[in-house]
């Protein structure tokens, strides 16, 4: 069997700079003149009690801003940011003048912590800056303030509200006065053509909290277009002669005229009074009334014209009266969801929850060393150990350990080299320089990350003496071994799922969507749904690493994603049926079908792991019999979801075939050799 080779550190130089998964550089250069801002601006006014907690608080500004999140989201960050790490700066100020008041306030952040954590997205971010802001303040307290009070902790709050809103303001009003780009890109990107589905739910997930009636509409059009577009794959194979094909040709020639004239207007947002022209489309329409043909073809045919010609229409109505609502197909945010996704997602089997506890378990811990030792070394060392990432191991966790340590060396080295030769300037250029190789870094999730991270916060930090210094790397040692034990032994969240368990869980999940579709059970989706985009992300997180981190895989590579992508299709092709189903009111028993499908699922996983490819072919024809079967007892209109059945049955096939092409190139053992 093939051994996987390790990438030697040339070329994970050079695939971390110019491979698909490279570093965003524009978003580098965002965070740096955030930071190059914020380092004048508190050296000017002299707020050395703040430079710290601006330099942390504007790496996390930077990072909020180079995501994709429209301007209305974007407002609301700003404004819980900055009340929230002002208040985080108040909080340790009076903690320093009472320990009891220490306590208190660690409480009151590392409950604020796990809460974000419950609610995901951006705000794990919030809640993660507010325990690092906090720590750190809480330290420089003692090294810039001799006698603190609550006057002068309101003095430091209110300059550290005015810092953040001064760190987004700048982007903030240009992207207003550009009327929110980013925003209209993603609106556009909703219409591209062959937009995977993985993005497309992404985008819609960003986008849906924005949550006004523009937006809504355009996401719903762009779905239904979506489903539309999906059915034409299926329809071409139908058509069996040259006019049949010809008219689906002329069909798709105008869909694709039409969309790249909407794309740019979306993204250019000048839609106010823009007419979509469907003259063409109503033309062809009444081409095929004229031929006057029952078959299913033409049938087909004639409602992918009227879909196209339905769904414009809407658009028009969208782009000119902004009182206007398409038909809700997502559920948009409100409280009551708010409150029921909480809810649901406050339990263990969430890792955010996980991943929460142990950090808190592990600050608990480490301040006490930290107390003893008067600094807050083995704190931020503990922080940087625990690993929330599903593929946390002993090996991983003891680099981590050992980048933290060298992190800490490296900077304490150079900040006192700085200070003997009287360069200190050089300090804050440094640790820009570590930031923006941590950043460089991060799509390999490698202890190089935590090393250059901690180096950077070693830099900031006065206590550059090597006495001082000998002190923190034995509270590194010690917060680090703490962290390690934590993350084993309390809630530990081990990557058990390598390349093959995880397409086989998927494999389960969608058998699951599947049925549920059939039976039109909402619940049942959405529960499956979630659980497909958990596996979605740790499929695709395992990838990236396998890949930034070894060599000759390519082929390898190329059939687990072109594997995970049939299978999306499959869920695609079941979620589209579902809206067939709806409107049809089908009363067909598809209990056999469900049966001989489920049956034909296990031995696709039974292949998986079989050294001999099993012989599938007697439950294929299983499926295509009760198929057949209920097409007689159906309606033309019925017709459609058991093409949609014919059509799932075929993505099956596919996915059979190249779980045996995978088997030849031995993808499955040569990737798990990983974990």
């Given amino acids: 069997m093939y051994t996987l080779k390790r990438k030697n550190a040339y070329e994970r130089i050079t695939s971390t700079l110019f491979s698909k998964n490279k570093p965003n550089f524009s978003n580098i250069k965002i965070i740096s003149i955030i930071l190059l801002f914020t380092l004048i601006l508190t050296n000017i006014l002299d707020w050395n009690a703040l430079k710290e907690v601006t330099f942390i608080s504007s790496i996390i500004t930077g990072l909020i801003l180079t995501q ?20 985080v700066v108040f909080t340790s100020m009076l903690s320093s003048m009472n320990g009891y008041l220490f306590i208190l306030f660690l409480i009151l952040w590392l409950s604020v912590f796990i809460f974000t954590n419950i609610l995901g997205d951006s705000y794990i971010i919030i809640g993660f800056s507010s325990i690092i802001v906090f720590v750190l303040s809480y330290t420089q307290n003692f090294s810039y303030l001799t006698n603190s009070s609550i006057i002068l902790a309101l003095k430091y709050m209110i300059l550290t509200f005015f810092i953040i809103l001064i760190e987004f303001t700048p982007i903030i009003l240009y992207r207003y006065y550009k009327k929110d780009p980013i925003k209209k890109e993603l609106l556009s990107k909703l219409f591209e053509d062959n937009l995977p589905i993985k993005e497309f739910n992404n985008i819609t997930h960003i986008l849906l909290s924005v949550n006004d009636n523009f937006t809504q509409n355009l996401i719903n059009i762009a779905l239904e277009l979506r489903i539309c577009n999906y059915n034409i794959v299926h329809l071409k194979k139908d058509l069996n002669n040259k006019p049949k094909e010809e008219l689906f040709n002329i069909i798709n020639k105008e869909y694709v005229s039409l969309i790249n004239q ?14 979509i022209d469907l003259t063409k489309l109503y033309h062809i329409s009444e081409k095929i009334k004229k031929e006057n043909n029952s078959s299913i073809e033409y049938l087909n045919l004639y409602k992918l014209t009227y879909s196209y010609i339905k769904i414009f229409k809407s ?11 398409t038909k809700k197909i997502h559920e948009t945010y409100d409280n009551k969801t708010t409150i029921k996704t909480i809810r649901k997602t406050t339990t263990l089997k969430n890792h955010n929850i996980k991943y929460a506890i142990q950090l808190v378990t592990t600050i608990l811990l480490t301040i006490i060393i930290d107390f003893i ?20 191991t002993i090996n991983k966790a003891i680099l981590r350990i050992f980048g933290n340590i060298g992190g800490l060396i490296f900077g304490i080295l150079l900040s006192t080299t700085f200070y003997y030769f009287n360069l200190s300037f050089l300090i804050p250029i440094f640790a ?20 250059f991270i901690m180096a950077m916060v070693m830099l900031l930090s006065k206590e550059n003496y090597l006495i001082s210094g000998f002190q923190r790397f034995i509270a590194s040692v010690v917060g680090s071994l703490i962290g390690l034990i ?4 309390i809630f530990p969240i081990f990557q058990k799922e390598n390349i093959t368990h995880l397409i086989i869980k998927k494999l389960d999940y969608s058998s699951k969507i599947l049925t549920s579709n059939i039976q039109q059970d909402q619940d049942k989706i959405n529960k499956n749904l979630h659980e497909l985009f958990i596996i979605n992300s740790e499929l695709e997180t395992n990838i990236n690493r396998i890949n930034e981190n070894y060599k000759d895989i390519d082929t390898n590579l190329k059939n687990i994603q072109e594997l995970s992508i049939a299978i999306n299709n ?11 189903l709806k409107a049809t009111n089908n009363k067909l028993d598809f209990n056999r079908v469900i049966k001989e499908i489920n049956e034909l699922f296990i031995e696709i996983k039974i292949n998986i792991y079989s050294n001999k490819n099993i012989n599938k072919n007697k439950t294929f024809n299983n499926i295509i019999n009760e198929l057949n079967n209920l097409e007689k007892e159906s309606t033309l209109n019925k017709q459609i979801v058991l093409r ?6 075929n993505d099956l096939e596919f996915i059979d075939k190249i779980i045996s092409e995978s088997k030849l190139n031995d993808t499955f053992n040569i990737l798990n050799q990983e974990l």
């Fill in 644 to 649: 949609y059945l014919k059509w799932m049955s």
């Fill in 432 to 451: 820009v320089i570590c930031l923006l190789i941590f950043f460089a870094y991060l799509p390999n999730h490698s202890s190089k990350t935590v090393f």
């Fill in 68 to 87: 994709p999140i429209p301007l209305k989201k974007n407002f609301k960050i700003m404004v819980l940011l900055s009340i929230l790490l002002s208040l």
């Fill in 570 to 580: 499959l869920i695609e092709n079941s979620v589209n049926m579902n809206q067939y």
């Fill in 262 to 275: 909407i794309i740019p207007v979306i993204k250019s947002g000048k839609y106010n009074n823009y007419q």
């Fill in 486 to 489: 934590i993350g084993l032994f």
């Fill in 315 to 325: 658009m028009n109505n969208v782009f000119n009266n902004p009182l206007y609502e």
């Fill in 373 to 392: 030792m008067t600094s807050m070394t083995a704190t931020l060392s503990g922080i940087f150990t625990v690993k929330k990432e599903v593929n946390f």
